[in-house]
């Protein structure tokens, strides 16, 4: 399968700080997404980027398909924003969504 | 986008028993997905249900621990079996929104399972 490694593992932000999280694959994947995953569990899609760049709101996202990595921007991060971060994506050789490790943010006022 | 419930939303169970966790989605989809995730960890897939067959599932998991059922396009059930305590996680269903070349993944709430 395809490994899908995110940094940093964890992060902590004074709020009003700007963040970049990263997601590097092992292989092509297509159907790229960012997650936030709130405290409750709750999985929220953020971005559907399979390549180029996508903005809203505070967040924005960029990923490059042919080097297989992709980012997600946060600026003027708030409390809210705490969480994790996840990226995912399916191989071009079947229907499974690969999940990254996972990025820990936590905000602090 | 699809919209997703699940039931319950959480859950304390003994060891031994057994749970049943629903899915239901607003629209008609042809897959439905299982994830689990364990505390602190990524989310993997269990199995993919397609409605009239059956669930296919990862390495790792089995149908005698975790049967599915789905009985139409717009709900799927999970049940996790003789549980014990490291089957506490949050179980998660998800389906994909296609819409021409795009193949979106929603998610569920989620069903936060602890086992004692």
């Known amino acids: 399968g395809i490994q899908v490694e995110q940094s940093p593992p964890d992060l902590i932000l004074q709020e009003g700080a700007n963040s970049t999280l990263r997601c590097n694959f092992s292989d092509s994947v297509n159907n790229l997404q960012w997650f936030h995953q709130n405290p409750w569990g709750q999985l929220i899609n953020l971005f559907y980027i399979p390549s180029g760049t996508k903005q809203n709101g505070r967040l924005s996202a960029t990923t490059v398909a042919t080097e297989r990595y992709s980012l997600l921007y946060i600026s003027s991060s708030q409390t809210t924003d705490s969480g994790v971060y996840f990226c995912?994506?399916?191989?071009?050789?079947?229907?499974?969504?690969?999940f990254g490790t996972g990025t820990s943010l936590t905000v602090i006022p | 986008s699809a919209v997703i419930s699940q039931k319950p939303s959480r859950d304390i169970c003994q060891r031994g028993t057994s749970l049943t966790i629903q899915c239901q989605v607003d629209?008609?989809?042809?897959?439905m997905f299982w994830y689990r995730q364990q505390p602190g960890q990524s989310l993997t897939l269990i199995a993919t249900a397609n409605q009239g067959s059956e669930a296919t599932y990862e390495s790792g998991f089995v149908i005698d621990k975790f049967p599915i059922s789905r009985p139409n396009l717009t709900f799927s059930t999970l049940t996790v079996s003789n549980m014990s305590p490291e089957d506490s996680s949050i179980y998660l269903c998800s389906v994909d929104s296609t819409r021409g070349a795009y193949n979106e993944q929603f998610f569920g709430p989620g069903t936060r399972l602890t086992v004692l």
């Open positions: 995912a994506g399916i191989s071009n050789t079947g229907n499974q969504f690969y």
């Open positions: 629209s008609q989809v042809t897959m």
